[in-house]
């Protein structure tokens, strides 16, 4: 093995973008992914982690020769050593759809087999990159303050100058006292109104460690999404959002996109995919309270079927007050790989839009052999996306449409929607 970078300081030149926010650069033969600077750039990168394998990772200390693409940052908390959300503060938002085009393209190739030129485009109310967020969570620290977990760190940052959300989200948040370790969901929902609510800390483990140990970001995943008790601390904590005329009310803490424009558009584009006519069945897996499960309905109308699989009870619940003027919408809770041989009804067109790791090997099969005409799929790693299009090339559906869109402004994360037809 040879001998550790961790800590040198390397003058590089940046060279494409890579998946995860970071700039191929190469030195001596090693490919580095560098944070926090752009194609083309030369840069002096510090090495922050170095496994002695066939790649390290650095940080961008300071920019020699800068893109035109380089902006002040959005965020001041976003450069080496800050909080790892806002990775593509320092592009302007041009810039970042350009990059995040490259990342999808790339990954589609690799990953994928296709060769298709993915151009990211911008949602509405995304403004300078800025303000566009709807909700977030927040992190607090021993000392009872709110902030952000630092980049691959469980550190965390107590500044909260979010400008993903209107500053008015975080107004006297920092000058409270907070449970250490608990976690604040803060929304801004569709109707104006702030909430607030305040999640208590993940249970220890009889060792005295929370668990899982290493609070990497799997780990906070899997532990916020075990029940721990909420205390709503402004507002009811219980949000509206709005979407084509009609409303939907569900627990601040539930899933809602989180970019505003987001559901709007993501609908329209279901509804224009969704391969349905008036009698047909749909299914809209990982349904959440039923967004595209209100579109469904519109494509099959009242003499068709629509069933929402969603394993929040709550969610469904939710969906079920939100849709109960339209009776051909169900809501089944439960998990979509168990849910295949519970669906009776047979559909013309199943909506996917599954968590971030994707829907995987196990339920693209199972969707397979019940066999819908067409699928629309939407995902928002393109990493597992494009093993979700191959997955569903292995098993008789061919991509004919794609759109991806930038849901996240300043950072490197997008939304791709698939749409696929059975061979
Ligand atoms: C990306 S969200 C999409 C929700 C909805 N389509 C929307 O746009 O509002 C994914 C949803 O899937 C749910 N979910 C995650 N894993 C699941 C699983 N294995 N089975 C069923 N639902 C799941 C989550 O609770 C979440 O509501």
């Not at 911008?122 to 566009?132: I, K, N, R």
């Not at 991509?399 to 037809?421: K, N, Q, W, Y």
């Amino acid at each position: 093995m040879s001998e550790s970078w961790f800590g040198l300081l390397l003058e590089v030149e940046l060279g494409a973008p890579g998946h995860g926010g970071f700039c191929v650069a190469r030195h001596d033969g090693r490919v580095m992914f560098v944070r926090h600077g752009l194609p083309g750039e030369r840069v002096l990168a510090k090495v922050t982690e170095d496994r002695g394998g066939s790649f390290c990772r650095a940080d961008a200390v300071e920019i020699l020769s800068a893109s035109p693409d380089r902006v002040d940052a959005r965020c001041p908390i976003s450069g080496p050593g800050g909080s790892g959300c806002c990775d593509y503060s320092h592009a302007s938002a041009d810039a970042g759809r350009r990059l995040k085009s490259f990342v999808v393209s790339e990954q589609l190739r690799r990953v994928a087999g296709i060769e298709r030129e993915v151009q990211v485009e911008e949602l509405p109310g995304s403004g300078d990159g800025t303000g566009w967020r709807t909700r977030v969570r927040l992190a607090v620290d021993s000392g009872g303050r709110p902030g952000y977990h630092r980049y691959r760190s469980s550190s965390i940052v107590t500044e909260l100058t979010c400008p993903q959300m209107d500053s008015t989200a975080f107004e006297g948040l920092a000058d409270q006292q907070w449970r250490p370790g608990a976690e604040l969901q803060v929304v801004l929902d569709g109707e104006g109104e702030r909430h607030v609510v305040e999640i208590a800390p993940a249970q220890l483990s009889p060792t005295g460690r929370r668990s899982p140990g290493r609070r990497g970001a799997a780990a906070r995943r899997a532990a916020s999404s075990r029940s721990r008790p909420e205390k709503a601390v402004i507002g009811s904590g219980r949000v509206t959002e709005h979407v084509s005329n009609r409303a939907w009310t569900l627990d601040a803490t539930g899933f809602w996109q989180a970019h505003r424009g987001a559901p709007q558009v993501y609908t329209d584009v279901v509804g224009d995919w969704a391969d349905a006519t008036a009698g047909d069945g749909a299914w809209d897996l990982y349904g959440g309270v039923g967004v595209f499960a209100a579109a469904l309905a519109d494509r099959v109308g009242p003499s068709g079927r629509v069933t929402s699989v969603e394993f929040s009870r709550r969610a469904a619940e939710d969906g079920r007050s939100a849709l109960q003027d339209l009776p051909q919408v169900s809501f089944v809770p439960g998990r979509v790989e168990r849910s295949f041989e519970t669906l009776t009804e047979p559909a013309a067109v199943a909506v996917l839009d599954p968590p971030r790791a994707g829907a995987g090997r196990d339920v693209i099969e199972a969707l397979a052999v019940r066999s819908p005409r067409s699928v629309v799929h939407i995902g928002c790693d393109p990493a597992s996306f494009a093993r979700d299009v191959s997955l569903y090339r292995a098993v008789g559906y061919e991509l004919i449409d794609m759109r991806a869109f930038d849901a996240f402004p300043s950072t490197s994360h997008v939304e791709c929607i698939g749409r696929f037809v059975r061979r």
